[in-house]
């Protein structure tokens, strides 16, 4: 590195976060076109898939229903005024996609809480398996959907099971795929699927990173 350059930007006056779970991952994504399509730009919607959250609770133990088919978080910052009533306005896409339940921070602590889950998800990984292979590949938001439903089909197909966490706002996603390294056959359908995955991405007008 020979060189940064950076740019200093004021902290926010406010913040409003909660965790927001689905029984279907398609009313998952579809909240979130409902979000942006709306104008609302929060500081973070992150998805975790299923797989991801049976992770996190096998290892953390922090009560996130395994049943569940999604998990977001998402998070507003911004000024005070105002920011309460767009939280109002992302519950209530919540609410028309029929969400599961809604957790909202009440404070800073209980803020660090509901992301500890995905903060700490890849470290959890082990309880699912011996190794893994991170993938990023992105597409546009609208298309989210569609690739998930992609990924799970080539997971299906090659019988290599892949946990996906996203930057649900900007369409980037991390398809986790999980193997057995001493598994010749096991390694060699990892890769045929990773390539496919990220095939699904560029077909779906998307890119091999979003990052």
Same mark, same amino acid.
Not at 6 to 29: G, P, Q, S
Not at 144 to 150: D, F, T
Not at 157 to 170: C, E, S, T, W
């Given at each position: 590195?020979?060189?940064?350059?950076?740019?200093? $930007?004021?902290?926010?006056?406010?913040?409003?976060?909660?965790?927001?779970?689905?029984?279907?991952?398609?009313?998952?994504?579809?909240?979130?076109?409902?979000?942006?399509?709306?104008?609302?730009?929060?500081?973070?919607?992150?998805?975790?898939?299923?797989?991801?959250?049976?992770?996190?609770?096998?290892?953390?133990?922090?009560?996130?229903?395994?049943?569940?088919?999604?998990?977001?978080?998402?998070?507003?910052?911004?000024?005070?005024?105002?920011?309460?009533?767009?939280?109002?306005?992302? $519950?209530?896409?919540?609410?028309?996609?029929?969400?599961?339940?809604?957790?909202?921070?009440?404070?800073?602590?209980?803020?660090?809480?509901?992301?500890?889950?995905?903060?700490?998800?890849?470290?959890?990984?082990?309880?699912? &398996?011996?190794?893994?292979?991170?993938?990023?590949?992105?597409?546009?938001?609208?298309?989210?959907?569609?690739?998930?439903?992609?990924?799970?089909?080539?997971?299906?197909?090659?019988?290599?099971?892949?946990?996906?966490?996203?930057?649900?706002?900007?369409?980037?996603?991390?398809?986790?795929?999980?193997?057995?390294?001493?598994?010749?056959?096991?390694?060699?359908?990892?890769?045929?699927?990773?390539?496919?995955?990220?095939?699904?991405?560029?077909?779906?007008?998307? &890119?091999?990173?979003?990052?």
């Amino acid at each position: 590195v020979t060189g940064v350059t950076v740019r200093l $930007v004021r902290k926010a006056d406010a913040v409003r976060t909660m965790l927001v779970i689905f029984n279907r991952l398609e009313d998952a994504t579809n909240t979130v076109m409902d979000i942006i399509g709306a104008g609302i730009v929060p500081a973070a919607m992150e998805l975790m898939d299923q797989v991801i959250v049976g992770a996190v609770e096998s290892g953390l133990k922090l009560g996130l229903p395994t049943d569940a088919e999604a998990i977001l978080i998402i998070e507003l910052d911004g000024v005070e005024a105002g920011l309460d009533e767009m939280m109002d306005k992302v $519950v209530e896409f919540c609410d028309k996609n029929n969400v599961r339940e809604i957790k909202r921070a009440q404070t800073a602590e209980e803020r660090l809480a509901l992301w500890q889950g995905r903060k700490r998800s890849f470290g959890c990984i082990g309880k699912l &398996s011996r190794a893994f292979v991170c993938e990023d590949g992105v597409v546009p938001r609208t298309r989210l959907s569609e690739i998930i439903r992609k990924i799970r089909a080539i997971s299906e197909k090659n019988n290599i099971r892949i946990a996906i966490i996203a930057h649900a706002g900007d369409g980037s996603l991390h398809p986790i795929l999980l193997y057995d390294e001493r598994d010749p056959d096991e390694i060699r359908r990892m890769i045929q699927s990773s390539e496919e995955t990220i095939e699904a991405c560029l077909d779906l007008d998307g &890119s091999v990173t979003g990052e």
